[in-house]
């Protein structure tokens, strides 16, 4: 029986929590090289690891005959558009909720990218003419549909973590290999579980929160509540900085039925960020790839994300005059960990004040003004203005949407009797090296974090 192998290129996604981005070679009936790439992810982080996103790929893109992308976050698509301006002329698939997602995350994009380009004195990283070639090429596979690509069968699983959101099963000459893209922190408000794995050979995983737990895990719910009524009793205005792809959902999803049960008081609940409100539409469009739970609500009565007080403010002029309205008030506003968006526009006028507060729901990377604030800084800079920071500052980590250490090990046990090789990336070094010697500990398997750049051959 002929010898199979598979090359596996880990170009991004190592060593570091963002830039997600692998190739995985292998030998078509001809006998020729055929490669295939999964995700395309942005570096996001300091100006110095973000430098990265201006380099080379390497590895020739003309010569890439697919992509296939797991979910709709910037660190996992962001750099789709470099790809094609730079030669690849394959076939990008997904699921049809990340298409829709990534479509408006992209065009979204191109205004950022340029003004850090401009910053750095670089060419713009790509261009809207970029996008829309990348989206004139780009399928939709279903969950669970095969697909054939050379010597690669591809199937795509539920990952749980944003709308549309796979793992990606590649089976080649009879060994399965699974790269899970970011896992859910499952269960969630409104999207199923992550569906299990039990039969892979290889396992390529994420590791986030590889080396901590959520401790709000159970709790997650009461603490939002918690912490809504303690700043409304103050009479004070609660700041949440909300990434605009899931945790915004969950959130306002969480509050409209804390709302519909008369559990917290009925004021203004403000989403301040437009690509926030372009996504929540495709979370109503479609409403069959949320859980049972929150898919009922959908279908019942006025649906889902529609509660008296709610505000979804497009424009700059909306925006601004939240200002004006009663101090007893919930802004959601972009981004998560703080580095843009109208977020920075609402911390500076409301940070300075006690009765006010500060809630971080989600990762805050190194280097950003999330983690600063989260670490405690008691002044900051925010548009080149000196900031005091009063308001009172809470964290609920339970609504990451990565599972933690403890159900990253319980997603391996699950494949335990089959997987000869886990492959732990897309966290920062501790947090990968953590889980790997839990890993290697608690279930005796073969593990490790590769290395940037590293090359690996798998035989068969």
Not at 22 to 29: H, T, V, Y
Not at 47 to 72: C, G, M, S, Y
Not at 249 to 258: G, P, R, S, V, W
Request: charged share 25%.
């Amino acid at each position: 029986m002929a010898q199979t192998s598979v090359i596996i290129k880990f170009v991004g996604g190592t060593e570091q929590v963002t830039g997600s981005n692998f190739l995985l070679s292998s030998r078509d009936e001809t006998g020729k090289d055929y490669q295939i790439l999964i995700d395309c992810g942005l570096v996001q982080g300091t100006r110095k690891e973000e430098d990265q996103n201006w380099q080379p790929f390497p590895f020739n893109p003309a010569e890439v005959k697919a992509l296939i992308v797991t979910h709709a976050h910037l660190d996992h698509i962001g750099r789709v558009p470099k790809l094609v301006k730079d030669g690849f002329r394959g076939t990008i698939y997904s699921t049809p909720p990340t298409k829709e997602i990534s479509e408006l995350s992209l065009h979204d994009s191109v205004g950022l990218l340029d003004r850090e380009a401009a910053k750095g004195n670089k060419e713009p990283l790509y261009e809207s003419s970029d996008v829309e070639t990348a989206f004139s090429r780009w399928q939709n596979l279903n969950y669970h549909e095969p697909l054939t690509l050379g010597p690669f069968q591809i199937v795509l699983r539920n990952a749980g973590h944003i709308l549309g959101s796979a793992m990606v099963e590649v089976t080649v000459g009879g060994r399965k290999i699974v790269l899970t893209g970011d896992l859910g922190n499952s269960p969630s408000p409104i999207l199923p579980d992550t569906e299990k794995i039990t039969d892979a050979d290889y396992l390529i995983m994420e590791s986030v929160y590889g080396d901590r737990n959520h401790e709000e895990r159970n709790r997650r719910k009461e603490k939002l509540e918690d912490v809504i009524e303690e700043t409304m009793h103050r009479n004070g205005t609660l700041l949440i900085p909300t990434f605009s792809i899931e945790r915004t959902q969950e959130i306002l999803f969480e509050i409209e039925q804390m709302v519909e049960q008369s559990r917290i008081p009925l004021v203004p609940v403000f989403v301040d960020s437009p690509l926030a409100i372009k996504v929540t539409a495709v979370y109503k469009k479609y409403k069959d790839y949320l859980n049972t739970a929150a898919m009922k609500e959908a279908h019942d009565g006025d649906g889902i994300f529609r509660f008296p007080n709610l505000h979804f403010t497009l424009s700059t002029e909306e925006s601004k005059a939240i200002h004006d309205a009663n101090p007893r008030k919930i802004i959601m506003a972009g981004s998560g960990m703080s580095t843009g968006g109208r977020i920075l526009h609402h911390e500076k006028d409301y940070l300075s004040n006690p009765k006010n507060t500060l809630l971080l729901i989600g990762y805050q990377g190194v280097g950003t003004l999330g983690r600063v604030i989260q670490d405690g800084a008691k002044t900051i800079k925010i548009f080149g203005e000196e900031i005091t920071v009063r308001a009172n500052l809470a964290k609920v980590s339970g609504y990451s949407g990565h599972k933690d250490s403890d159900h990253l090990l319980d997603f391996v046990h699950q494949t335990a009797d089959t997987v000869k090789q886990v492959f732990v990336v897309m966290g920062e070094p501790k947090s990968s090296l953590f889980l790997v010697q839990r890993i290697r500990d608690y279930l005796g398997l073969n593990a490790r974090a590769p290395q940037a750049g590293e090359t690996v051959e798998l035989r068969w």
